[in-house]
């Protein structure tokens, strides 16, 4: 990686901070200031009261001349503790501003990087895939936020610097002059240690996604690999993964501790030269000499951060610059809009509708008409296109061809999320997720009601089951649904869509783990709602097939294209 790219990195990231945090930031630089002046008057104490205390006169017990000598000690004491108090109260204020905006800033980055993940589509989000998902929220956000956090520390100890600096110079310009030019030179090196950083970032984040994504495989192939005696070869993979994360890991490590030393030795070389200086050199009187050492010493510990925070900040913002490179430029971090009124509708109508995954697979030339209530099947082989159909319909997909229409206006904008905002998709592996069996029933439904509830898991024969659990709806139910069977699983997520009051049932092989008669009862119980939902029943078994009241056929056409087409049967 190049100087550029790195500076790029960290520069993109801090403007999006900056962004966000909009006066909060100026509110909190302000604070750094006055408490930097806080700490900094208070140490200026120092000069009269060692003058007062070793009776050597000096230009700055003039300015207390207005005061009586036998208690110019304990004023010049009292404004020494009150600098301090002042300093005190303005450094707690500075670091809760500092910690909330941090705080602020990186769920702003988790629920953006969501939205935009969202927003952009499911043939997108299909393809970043849960791994990389999880990697995003779970590594690179915090990284990225980290990285502000270093930029805040380092924001901070720069203001200390320059504040001391400026104190300095008022006791012996040689002095702080010299003290500058230290503070350069060190600033030199500690770039040359951050563009390393930068390098070292890239390949964390690259290492980080690849151990995350050799986990999330262990898991899921976990209980095949347990049956098969498989193990290992998992156990290897993911190994490998973590030895490249950690080795880099120690990189950044040794990097790190290597500048933390060398600016320590700096440091007591640099406090060695400025204490010969004043001595030998410029003969300060012992007050100021003490007084102009003491702000010295004050400014090693920022000057450690800023070259620690350099290093961490151009590689953690390396992590930003992952977040952009997959999902590309941010949402702004606006509150998401509650879910639309469902549209009142009476006829769907697809004319000639295609789509191509990619050469030579998809859907094309389908055509059907739903109508409010109606049930239509869809048959077919596999991979003939059949959830590419529904997809389209559910507004996931827009069609490359053909026209898709409800009671004859396309679905755009408002209107589309009315559609939406009507549906119950249920997909072939319905998502059960590791909660209860009310956080089941209740993710993304706005019923509260347990009655309203229970009149659900009714509808698809699963009340008795639970009421059966200890917990009844608080039962939890397992990783992915551990604990309850194939067919109750798939009751769960569809009484999960029922909860929608649907105008719209998607159902793609839904039903698939329940025997005939199961099914049959079930499908007798949700045709007897009122008023029905309409409903879309993707099947490979007649005996499902048999409920609805009409079927589309896909085909694969005999052209070598191998796309499918469809019509109303």
């Not at 997108?124 to 690179?140: C, E, K, N, P, V």
């Not at 350069?184 to 995350?212: D, F, H, P, Q, Y």
Request: charged share 20%; proline share 4%; aromatic share 6%.
């Amino acid at each position: 990686m190049s100087r550029v790219e790195g500076s790029s990195s960290a520069a993109t990231l801090l403007h999006d901070y900056r962004t966000f945090a909009g006066p909060r930031l100026w509110a909190a630089l302000a604070l750094m200031l006055l408490g930097a002046l806080a700490e900094g008057f208070g140490l200026l104490m120092i000069v009269p009261l060692a003058s007062i205390a070793t009776g050597e006169g000096s230009a700055w017990l003039s300015r207390f001349a207005f005061i009586p000598e036998d208690v110019r000690f304990l004023v010049a004491l009292a404004l020494f503790v009150a600098f301090m108090a002042a300093r005190s109260l303005l450094l707690y204020a500075r670091e809760v501003t500092l910690a909330r905006l941090h705080a602020d800033y990186e769920a702003s980055l988790r629920f953006r990087a969501a939205a935009t993940l969202s927003g952009r589509g499911w043939p997108f989000a299909s393809r970043i895939g849960q791994a990389g998902m999880q990697s995003l929220l779970l590594t690179d956000v915090p990284r990225a936020a980290l990285a502000v956090d270093f930029a805040q520390q380092m924001a901070v100890a720069i203001v200390m610097l320059a504040v001391q600096l400026a104190l300095t110079l008022v006791l012996s310009p040689p002095l702080a002059l010299i003290a500058l030019a230290i503070l350069l030179s060190g600033s030199l090196v500690a770039a040359a240690w951050a563009r390393r950083g930068g390098a070292t970032g890239i390949a964390l984040t690259e290492r980080s996604e690849e151990s995350t994504g050799s986990g999330f495989r262990l898991h899921a192939g976990l209980k095949a690999a347990l049956a098969q005696g498989s193990v290992p070869q998992f156990l290897d993979e993911y190994a490998a993964s973590l030895a490249g994360a950690r080795d880099e890991t120690v990189r950044f490590s040794k990097d790190l501790n290597r500048a933390r030393q060398w600016a320590a030795f700096a440091a007591a070389i640099a406090a060695a030269l400025l204490l010969f200086v004043g001595v030998r050199v410029l003969a300060l009187p012992f007050p100021i000499l003490i007084a102009a050492l003491a702000l010295f010493a004050r400014m090693v510990p920022p000057a450690q951060v800023i070259q620690q925070s350099m290093q961490y900040v151009a590689t953690y913002a390396q992590s930003f610059a992952a977040i952009q490179r997959r999902l590309g430029t941010l949402q702004p971090n606006a509150t998401a809009d509650a879910s639309a009124a469902p549209l009142d509708w009476r006829e769907l109508r697809l004319d000639q509708v295609a789509f191509d995954h990619r050469p030579g697979r998809g859907l094309s030339a389908c055509s059907l008409v739903l109508r409010r209530g109606e049930w239509i099947g869809i048959e077919g082989p596999s991979a003939a296109g059949k959830t590419t159909l529904i997809d389209i319909i559910a507004g996931l997909l827009p069609p490359d061809a053909g026209d898709m229409r409800v009671d004859g206006e396309t679905l755009v904008g408002s209107r589309l999320e009315q559609w939406r905002g009507g549906l119950a998709y249920v997909g072939q592996d319905g998502t059960v997720f590791n909660d209860s069996v009310r956080g089941n029933l209740l993710a993304g439904a706005a019923v509260r009601d347990d009655e309203i509830v229970w009149r659900a898991l009714e509808l698809v024969g699963l009340a008795e089951r639970v009421r059966a659990f200890d917990g009844a709806l608080d039962e939890p139910v397992g990783d992915r649904g551990s604990q309850l069977s194939g067919g109750e699983r798939q009751r769960l997520v569809l009484a999960r869509g029922l909860l929608r009051s649907p105008t719209l049932l998607i159902l793609d092989e839904a039903t698939a783990a329940l025997d005939s008669g199961g099914e049959g009862e079930l499908f007798e119980r949700l045709r007897a709602v009122e008023p029905r939902p309409a409903a879309l029943v993707i099947a490979h078994r007649p005996s499902t097939l048999a409920h609805c009241d009409s079927v589309v056929s896909i085909r694969h056409q005999e052209e070598k294209s191998g796309k499918a087409s469809g019509l109303a049967g």
